[in-house]
């Protein structure tokens, strides 16, 4: 079931405030728009909680594909945003660890133009029920 923009603020609300909480990697895909074009689901949250520890990431391919994906390309780039240098450390060594090369769009504002991407992600798998892919970026 899809969580409206409520119950992910209050999802990331009761992980800022557990003890045991360093930061949170907020992995929401936007499958319906209820941000604007100057504003993302990534920066709303940031300015809901501002002492929260956020990196955007995991948002661009489906859940199946978090942990050790198998392209035929090779792997696939897992974009990150946040404010916090060491947090979004933390989730880069772990998006290599389960076999992403990471990718740093800049600050949360940067995760505004990758939220849209999952709709993107998406198309083939509702075109031809191809959901096995991801995006690369290639310098």
């Known amino acids: ?3 409206t923009a409520p ?5 990331a609300w009761d992980a800022a405030t557990s003890a045991r ?3 949170v990697s907020c992995t929401c ?3 319906r728009y209820f941000t604007e074009r ?3 689901l ?3 949250l940031q300015a809901a909680f501002p002492s929260l520890k956020l990196v955007k990431a995991f948002n661009t391919v489906g859940a199946a594909f978090f942990v050790r994906p198998t392209f035929a390309q090779g792997r696939g780039s897992m974009f990150i ?3 916090d240098a060491d947090a979004k450390a933390a989730v880069a060594g772990l998006i290599e660890a389960w076999g992403w090369q990471p990718y740093d769009v800049g600050r949360i504002e940067g995760a505004r ?3 849209p991407l999952c709709q993107l992600w998406c198309l083939p798998g509702f075109l031809r029920n191809d959901w096995a892919h991801a995006f690369q970026v290639i310098a």
């Open 7 to 11: 119950s992910v603020a209050s999802a």
């Open 113 to 115: 133009v990758t939220e």
């Open 29 to 31: 895909r936007v499958l």
């Open 21 to 23: 909480a360093r930061s």
């Open 1 to 3: 079931m899809a969580q």
């Open 42 to 44: 990534g920066e709303r």
């Open 81 to 83: 945003a946040g404010n």
């Open 38 to 40: 100057n504003d993302g």
